[in-house]
Every structure is written in C-alpha cells, then in structure tokens.
C-alpha cells in the first residue's frame, strides 16, 4: 500500500530515557516532516526535510534530534525523554510546499508517554 | 511570527444544520489553504484545498472559501451528519527561515460535534 508509515505506535517510556521513532513514505515525495500534537490538539511543525536535507527547524530543544538516510525515511531520536514530551508524534510527507503545492500525507501517529 | 488564526474552538450543531469554521493568516505569500479532518484517535486527512488564485470551491456538501485580501479563508460544511463530527484544522503554507522554503502552519483546531 502507498503510504506513510510510523513505527512504534505507542511508546511508554520512563524519564531520562532515549527513544527513536521512524517513519517511511513510498509516496515518491520529496519533504517530509514530524509534527508534535499535545493534549489540547495543537498540531506543531517539529522538523521538514527536503531530499535528505534539514529546511525548518523550529525551536525544538537539541534533544530531538532528526534523521534522514534517503528521502522516503526521516527518522526521529529523542535523548533524556521529560514529562512535556508526551504527545503525539505525526510523520508526514508531501511535493514541496510553494513549489508543488498539494496535500500532506500523515502517518498513523506514535504516541508517546513518558512516565 | 506567521501564524494561523482559527475559530471557534469548538461547535456543536444539529444535525442537517450548516458549521462554518474562520481562519486567518499573516504572511502574505501564503498560496495554498488546505483543510484536515482528523477523527478520535486517527490521522489528519485532507478533506478540501484552495489555492491562492481561486476564491471558492466546492466539494458536495464542503465548500471553502477565500479572500485574500482579507486573509481569511473559511470551511463551509452544509447537511451536516453525525459522521462530520471530528476536530476539523486549516494550515496554510508559510514562508520558511531559509530562503525558498516553505511550510504547513496548522490552525488551532476546531472540534465539531453534531448532534443527532
């Protein structure tokens, strides 16, 4: 199926610990992106790739860090987990914005509780 | 910074009634509006989008519109049913930091609830 795919689902963690999400698109796109969406539903951009190549990175502490070995995988490792980063965790994909504009695919969500 | 405005945060309808959700954005070079449904425990999906040079359009019973002008942009839902119930969000493409990149800014998120 063409898709974009996020593994784990769910992730319960303690504090202080390291945890990875990944994500894969077959979708040919070339921007990819993870999104944080907290209790209230806010939907934040995090980080957006374009062929491998880092573009946004919004004020998100050096914990998180991303990382792209192709353009259909960007993957994301959080050091020294705390409380605030339980959430929801979106991969998503799309042609990039501005040039190509056209619909953002999401991945199904990894949600994350640390404990 | 950019931002995207959106209103109200939460609607609640009868059903066959019309929702009408707002939003507002700042940057100017904004060019492409799309809309997301996202229901209980699922993934964001594109229900509707507008782009930069056309001020209407519509999809059976959702319609969006546009005013560039204004920086408004709205979602126009009509019948609605109880499947419509959902957090409904708008984005709009923003200037990124670095020259000639672009983003998705999401609205705050609307939850709709139709009642049967």
């Known amino acids: 199926d063409t898709a974009v795919s996020q593994t784990p689902k769910y992730l319960v963690t303690q504090m202080g610990n390291d945890k990875s999400i990944k994500c894969e698109q077959n979708l040919g796109h070339d921007t990819m992106y993870w999104y944080k969406q907290d209790s209230k539903k806010f939907l934040k951009i995090m980080f957006s790739y374009n062929n491998k190549e880092l573009i946004i990175n919004e004020t998100v502490p050096n914990r998180f860090s991303p990382k792209s070995p192709d353009k259909a995988h960007l993957n994301l490792h959080i050091n020294s987990l705390e409380l605030g980063d339980s959430a929801v965790y979106f991969c998503?994909?799309?042609?990039?914005?501005?040039?190509?504009?056209?619909?953002?695919?999401f991945g199904e969500g990894s949600r994350l509780t640390v404990l | 910074g950019e931002n995207v405005e959106q209103h109200p945060s939460t609607l609640s309808v009868q059903e066959g009634d019309s929702a009408v959700i707002k939003c507002t954005y700042s940057d100017s070079a904004s060019n492409y509006f799309p809309w997301y449904k996202q229901e209980l425990g699922k993934r964001p999906q594109l229900i509707i989008d507008?782009?930069?040079?056309?001020g209407e359009k519509k999809d059976q019973r959702i319609a969006v519109t546009l005013n560039k002008t204004a920086k408004h942009f709205s979602l126009h839902i009509t019948e609605t049913q109880p499947e419509d119930s959902a957090v409904y969000f708008c984005a709009a493409t923003t200037r990124g930091t670095t020259s000639g990149t672009y983003k998705y800014i999401f609205g705050t998120g609307t939850r709709l609830k139709v009642l049967a």
């Open positions: 507008i782009r930069s040079n056309v």
């Open positions: 998503a994909s799309s042609f990039p914005p501005g040039r190509v504009t056209g619909e953002l695919f």
